[in-house]
């Protein structure tokens, strides 16, 4: 079992709806969890990052913690065609490597 | 600040021949990671320094692999006897010494003929 699970995709939204993109991870000791953007062939660039249960707001992004499911969730909303890209989730363990799910592909249909 | 840069972009190579690549971290940043990347894969954990000091390696890391960051600032990894297994992009990555968010260099993409 991977440490992070992220579900598959593709997930295609038509422009101004809402993205939902879930995440679960294994190991209970991880403290702080990250999503982020990578376009196709790029490097990935930071989106928000959570450390407490509850929810965090950016802008159009809210990313959602529930430590006890060991479940993140990022929300797009208002998707934008810019927002199509890979989403990576990963999770962050005391010894500060970053595990990464296999990430889920977003298309926002114009 | 310029941001993580990283040199070369693309590398060709044939199989068993070594190649180096670079990496220039955020200054004052203290903790530098690696990381591989297959397609369709999330980045993999490689190994990571704090200052010129290599804290971690994971398995992934065989013996052909090696990495440095002699005086705390750049760092190198080098691939000896590549393979064609090997062909991935490299990703480095750095953060300040609380570690909290890990800022990407635009990569390295390997191919091995």
């Known amino acids: 079992q991977k440490e992070v699970e992220q579900n598959s995709g593709p997930l295609s939204v038509p422009e101004g709806a809402i993205a939902s993109l879930n995440c679960t991870y294994s190991d209970r000791g991880s403290q702080s969890f990250f999503w982020y953007r990578q376009y196709s062939g790029k490097s990935p660039e930071l989106i928000m990052f959570?450390?407490?249960?509850g929810d965090k707001e950016d802008g159009r992004f809210t990313a959602q913690l529930n430590k006890a499911s060991q479940y993140v969730s990022l929300l797009i909303r208002d998707s934008q065609p810019s927002d199509s890209a890979t989403y990576l989730c990963a999770a962050r363990s005391n010894d500060y490597k970053l595990s990464f799910g296999a990430g889920t592909t977003v298309t926002v249909r114009a | 600040d310029t941001g993580v840069s990283q040199d070369p972009r693309h590398k060709i190579t044939k199989r068993g021949q070594n190649v180096t690549f670079r990496c220039d971290p955020i200054?004052?940043?203290?903790?530098l990671y690696w990381y591989r990347q297959t397609l369709g894969q999330g980045p993999e954990f490689l190994t990571y320094?704090?200052?010129?000091?290599?804290?971690?390696k994971s398995r992934l890391l065989s013996d052909r692999f090696s990495a440095e960051r002699p005086k705390g600032s750049f760092s190198t990894l080098e691939i000896q006897r590549t393979e064609q297994g090997d062909s991935a992009m490299y990703l480095c990555a750095s953060s300040n010494d609380r570690g909290q968010v890990q800022y990407f260099g635009p990569g390295t993409r390997l191919t091995v003929t």
């Open positions: 200054s004052e940043h203290n903790r």
């Open positions: 959570i450390y407490s249960n």
């Open positions: 320094f704090q200052n010129e000091a290599q804290l971690e």
